[in-house]
C-alpha cells in the first residue's frame, strides 16, 4: 500500500493546505486549520486541462473547509498537472486541439480520452482514499464525497460506482456516452449539473444520463447558457449538499 | 384604487405577521418586526385545495424574512381559504375529485379550472401589489418577486408575464399545457422546479416549457421522485435565488 507523504504545507484563513504525494500521483489536502476529530472528506477531480492547483479547486475546498469542517483533497489527473505527460497523452491532446480549430465534434476524441485517464485515475484515487484515511483528522469509516465536473466527473464517475466508501457525489459537464453504465451502479444521493443550451455536449444526452443514476435520491441542476464553467450558484450548491449527505447531524 | 386594510396582527421571532384585505380579497403580510426603510416584497401563490393560511407559506415567509430581511405576503385564491366558493368552484373541484378517485387524467380538469382562477387572480395580485408598495416599509420601485407552486405557478405565470415590477420568480409542478404563451413573455430570471418522475405532470412537457421561458437567466431542478410537495432543499434554494436576485448588492 503507498503511504501519504507530505511535500509542503501553508496555512491562511484558519485552512491548512498541504501538498501531498501517494505513490508517485501528487495531490493536495485542504484542512481546517483547527481540526481536532476526524472529519468528512470530499475528493475532488479538475477538469481536463487543468490540474490540482487550478483555483477552482482552491475555490470549491474552501467552501467545503470553511463551510462545513471538512477536508478536501484534489489528485492531479494523469497526463495533467505535475505529472509527466506521455506521448500519448500528446497526441490525444493534440488531436482535441484540431478538432476544436476545425469545429469538428469533440465527443469522439475526448470520450476514448477521458475513458483512458479514468481507467489510471481511478486505482489512484482509491489508493489516495486509503492512504488520506489514515491520518488522524479524517479516519476510517468517516463520510466521503466526490465533487467533479468534465474530466472530474469522467474519473468521479466509474470511481464513485466501484467504491462504497464514498456516499454522496455531484458530477457535471462532460459528455455522457461512456458513463451510462456507472450511473447505473450509482446508488448514493448524486447532485448533476449541465448546461441547457451546451452547444457541445447534447442537452438529451446529459438528461438521459441523469436519468440512468440508479440512485433514489438525485437532482438535476439545468443552468441557462453555454458557459463552460460551472454556473457561480452550483459551487454553494454543492457544499450545502455535501453538508447534508456528509454530516445530516448539522443543524 | 383598492387600498389595504388590516384586520389582525401578531408578531414572534421577529416576525410581524398581519392580516390585510385589498377590496374583498384576503391575504397576510408577513415581516421583519424591526423593519426600518424600503425592503424587497415577494409575493406568494399557494397551492390548488391550500390557502394563505397553509404552513407552506408560512415556512416560506420566515425564510424570507429572517433570511432576507425581505416582506412575503400571500393572497388566498379564488374560491380558496376565506374566500366564497361559487357553484362553479364547487363543480370543478367535484370534477377533480371523481378524476382523482377513478385514476382519470387530472390536466382536462385541472387545467381549465386553475386558467379560469388566474383570470380573476391576477389582477387581484396586481391591486395587492398597488397597495402593498403604498406601505413605507415595502416603498413603490423596490424590488419584488414571485414564487409559486401548483396553483400558485399557474397564476403567477401569467401574472409574471404581463406585471413588469416583478424581476424574479419561483415556478413548479404544475401541468404546463396553458402556460406556453406566458413562459415565452417571461424574460426575467427563473428557478424552475420539477419531479423528475412525476406520474402527474408528463416529464417531458415539463421540460418542454422550461425550455421556453424567454429568461437568459433560468435554472431548472428537477428532483428524482413523484412527491406531492416540494422537496425540501428548494425552500432553501428559492430564498437564495431572491436574496441574489431581489438585493444583489447583499453579501
Not at 475526448?110 to 479514468?118: D, E, F, I, K, T
Request: aromatic share 6%; hydrophobic share 45%.
Amino acid at each position: 500500500m503507498n503511504s501519504l507523504r507530505f511535500t509542503a504545507e501553508s496555512s491562511s484563513d484558519g485552512i491548512l493546505e498541504r501538498d501531498f504525494t501517494v505513490g508517485d500521483v501528487p495531490g493536495i489536502l485542504w484542512s481546517p486549520a483547527a481540526a481536532t476529530g476526524p472529519a468528512p472528506l470530499v475528493l475532488m477531480g479538475h477538469g481536463g486541462g487543468a490540474a490540482k492547483r487550478h483555483r477552482a479547486m482552491a475555490g470549491r475546498a474552501r467552501l467545503l473547509v470553511t463551510g462545513c469542517g471538512f477536508h478536501a483533497a484534489v489528485l492531479d489527473a494523469p497526463g495533467h498537472g505535475d505529472r509527466p505527460r506521455s506521448a500519448r497523452d500528446a497526441e490525444d491532446v493534440a488531436a482535441l486541439r484540431r478538432a476544436q480549430a476545425a469545429g469538428a465534434p469533440e465527443a469522439p476524441v475526448v470520450v476514448p480520452y477521458n475513458v483512458r485517464l479514468a481507467e489510471q485515475a481511478v486505482p489512484e484515487y482509491r489508493a489516495a482514499l486509503d492512504a488520506l484515511q489514515e491520518l488522524p483528522e479524517i479516519g476510517t469509516g468517516g463520510p466521503v464525497g466526490y465533487v467533479g465536473i468534465g474530466l472530474g466527473m469522467a474519473i468521479g464517475m466509474p470511481l464513485v460506482a466501484a467504491e462504497p466508501r464514498i456516499t454522496a457525489a455531484v458530477f457535471g459537464m462532460t459528455w455522457p456516452d461512456a458513463l451510462f453504465e456507472a450511473a447505473k451502479r450509482i446508488t448514493v444521493p448524486v447532485e448533476f449539473v449541465m448546461h441547457w443550451d451546451s452547444g457541445r455536449i447534447p442537452r438529451e444526452a446529459s438528461l438521459a444520463l441523469f436519468d440512468t443514476f440508479g440512485s433514489a435520491e438525485k437532482s438535476l441542476h439545468a443552468n441557462a447558457g453555454e458557459h463552460v464553467a460551472w454556473h457561480p450558484v452550483e459551487a454553494d450548491s454543492a457544499t450545502r449538499f455535501f453538508a447534508r449527505h456528509l454530516a445530516p447531524a448539522r443543524p
